[in-house]
DNA sequence: TGATTCTGTCACCAGTCTGTCACCATTTAT
DNA sequence: ATAAATGGTGACAGACTGGTGACAGAATCA
């Protein structure tokens, strides 16, 4: 799922990027009003964290446009004593909001809320590489003829495999992906690669889909 | 679905809920605005009819308010030559008006009306997957031959997972759905999908209809 | 008003998941 | 040559999850 974020305040802009994508979100920034629309047409956001007091075009201007033509879930960021912009901008069709100050617990919150109330449960697509075919949301993957249910994690490492096929991933990076931010320990990487190989491959002694590079971390071989 | 009626005339206020409970609301009641606001808060409903002329805070207030911060489906009810009333009403996001005096029907085609227009969850229709054919409004699924009455969280879970068959729909999703922004716990969703697989399921002990996804949610499996 | 049904809460259980530790063989660095 | 690091393997304990049962209070019905 992708968020676009759009905040002049380029510190608080980063802090909420770095909240959302803790919780799996990819993060798109834009730090005034044109730069929010162009985004928001380029990369076709899943969710809109909308400051309102913007340069170039103010948030409540941007709010209109995207609304007029999409139903991208909007959560409007205001400062305490704005009830006014609050209230305009939910007329106009933003979809919740959030008072600044507040914690990131609150953005996260509120995120997975509009999420959940304005669409379709956030359901990723399957991914196939190969004769693997990963629904992330069963966590079940296919392999040929034969179906395997992951564990969360199994399937979180193996989506992170798959969405890079052939290309080495390092260790810091599988680390963080799959465990977040307040990371892991190489013996965690170990054991849930040693588990997933035990589920997918022929022979998990002689590894062929998932492999190691010596010193620099695993990947999904091409087919 | 649940309606709150808000008018000050007492007498009137008790003919509205008789009449909506004839069609199957359950009724709220309050008098004035600001239980008004206390009620909505408490009982969340599906819909409210409100009038303008309301001692303590006016019925615009009480729209404007309730509107800032939710999408519930107002009804406001004014005296003829109130059209301005009406005009700002209509502004501020209430759905539909009903000018006194006014028959009881008029005021449950409203209803009605309002609540298909802004996506009430669909009462009206039944739904049909495979051999589950469930009607709403009477609470009732039908499996093949069988009918089996469901209790109204009952048949909003199985409605929910009708509405995306062979999807799998996460946890907090169908706490949401079914119990509302309030939310819920895990233990309430567990016994309710124990109940619902105890009437609907062949052999609820291994359930072959509502499936579980473990760390996930549950879903309804395709025929 | 009393009877019945519905719902939330708590407790218990079996099975699964995950992190941690230990051990080992191989590779890399000193 | 030796020590350190790395990747692989096994095992176990605690945490978590989904399922089940029971009961009390709330809500509904007659």
């Known amino acids: ?39 928001w047409e380029a990369d076709d956001p899943d969710l809109i964290v909308l400051d309102l007091n913007l340069p170039r075009l ?14 991208t879930p909007i959560i409007i960021l205001s400062v305490r004593g704005d009830e ?26 509120r995120a997975q809320a ?16 190969g004769e693997l075919e990963l629904d992330p949301m069963r966590r079940e993957v296919r392999i040929g003829e034969a179906t395997v249910h992951l564990t969360g994690l199994e399937c979180r490492l193996l989506e992170t495999l798959m969405a890079s096929p052939g290309q080495v991933l390092a260790t810091d990076y599988l680390l963080t992906t799959v465990w977040g931010p307040a990371g892991a320990s190489r013996d965690m990487l170990k054991q849930l ?31």
């Open 58 to 71: 103010d948030g409540i201007s941007v709010c209109r446009r995207i609304r007029a033509v999409a139903d």
């Open 193 to 223: 690669v040693r588990r997933l190989r035990s589920k997918i491959e022929p022979d998990s002694a002689h590894p062929q889909l998932v492999t190691s590079v010596a010193g620099v971390g695993y990947l999904l071989e091409l087919p």
């Open 114 to 129: 509009v999420m959940r109330r304005t669409g379709a449960p956030p359901s990723a697509g399957p991914l196939t590489v």
């Open 1 to 39: 799922m992708k968020a676009l974020i759009v905040d002049d305040d380029l510190a608080l802009a980063d802090v909420l990027a770095f909240t959302l994508r803790r919780v799996g979100f990819q993060v798109v920034l834009a730090h005034d009003g044109m730069t929010a629309l162009e985004r």
């Open 84 to 109: 006014d912009d609050i209230v305009q901008g939910l007329e106009i069709g933003a979809d919740d909001y959030v008072v600044k100050p507040f914690s990131p617990r609150t953005l996260v919150a």
